[in-house]
């Protein structure tokens, strides 16, 4: 039998990279998965081709600054199905072009990242978890960044707002658990997403590959992976937990980079 037959989960932002693969992901293990997106005619294209694969997804609108489609949303899924088992909460966003260090970069900018990163998974999760409590169960899964353990020299509004959804995590784990709802958190290292490929140049992506010991990028489906773990009765006995997917990043010396890392990065 299927991890999550019968299982009703919604995952937002889920049109490409790590949402589309969290989506198939839980729909491959027997889920009916609603994508939480904006565009719903090519979400229903994609639905439409994984469903010859007997895949059971559904686009349900989500725009994530329109904060009147997060009940909207909620609304449908539960009128057509009577119950979220999975909430994803996949959406996250940053500003990297005016987003710097705590001097130079843009203050609106900053403060409007945190209001979209953190207040999505507060909203969402808001409207949810009395569901789930009427169920007597659920699983939410943040997801989160590297960035949100690791200081950068740039990109602050972005780091304190990972920083945040790890810290709501943990929140609701402690604060719901009693309700048998679990929250856990997975947090991305570099993944090679189509946006990530597109934006980063090659030498930046080499750099950091040098300070990360299994020396490849992370893929959509090893995030899709820990989602499952979260999302199933495998990971029943876990909660508030802030799992890195990071391919090793950071986790030794400062100066493995200088010893080994580059040194593998350019041998490959």
């Known amino acids: 039998m299927r991890k999550l037959e019968n299982a009703i989960a919604l995952v937002t932002s889920s049109t490409r990279g790590i949402g589309l693969a969290c989506a198939k992901k839980l729909a491959s293990e027997g889920a009916i998965v609603y994508m939480g997106v904006r565009r719903l005619e090519v979400t229903q294209e994609i639905c439409d081709e994984v469903a010859k694969e007997g895949l059971k997804m ?14 909207t949303m909620v609304e449908e899924v539960i009128r057509e199905q ?8 996949n959406f996250g966003t940053g500003r990297p072009e ?6 130079s970069g843009d203050e609106k900018a900053f403060f409007d990242i945190l209001e979209a990163n953190i207040g999505s998974v ?31 020299i740039s990109r602050i509004g972005y780091g304190v707002s990972k920083a945040g959804v790890n810290n709501i995590t943990q929140q ?9 709802i679990r ?22 992506i080499k750099s950091f590959l040098s300070h990360v010991p299994l020396n490849r990028m992370g893929t959509p ?48």
């Open 172 to 180: 609701i784990a402690m604060q719901y658990a009693r309700y048998n």
């Open 58 to 71: 559904k686009p349900v609108f989500f725009d994530a600054y329109n904060i009147d489609s997060y009940e």
């Open 122 to 152: 507060y909203r969402i999760s808001k409207l949810v978890i009395p569901h789930m409590i009427k169920q007597g169960k659920g699983s939410i899964v943040n997801i989160s960044s590297i960035g949100g353990t690791v200081p950068d």
């Open 183 to 204: 929250c856990n958190a997975v947090l991305p290292g570099l993944t090679a997403t189509d946006a990530a490929l597109d934006n980063m140049p090659e030498q930046f």
């Open 98 to 103: 005016v987003d710097l260090d705590l001097v």
């Open 221 to 268: 489906e090893d995030m899709a992976n820990a989602v499952l773990f979260f999302a199933s009765d495998d990971s029943s006995y876990v909660t508030g937990h802030i799992m890195e997917v990071s391919g090793g990043y950071h986790l030794g010396t400062p100066q493995y980079a200088d010893f080994v890392g580059r040194k593998v990065v350019e041998e490959k």
């Open 82 to 89: 009577g119950k979220i088992d999975i909430l994803v909460n």
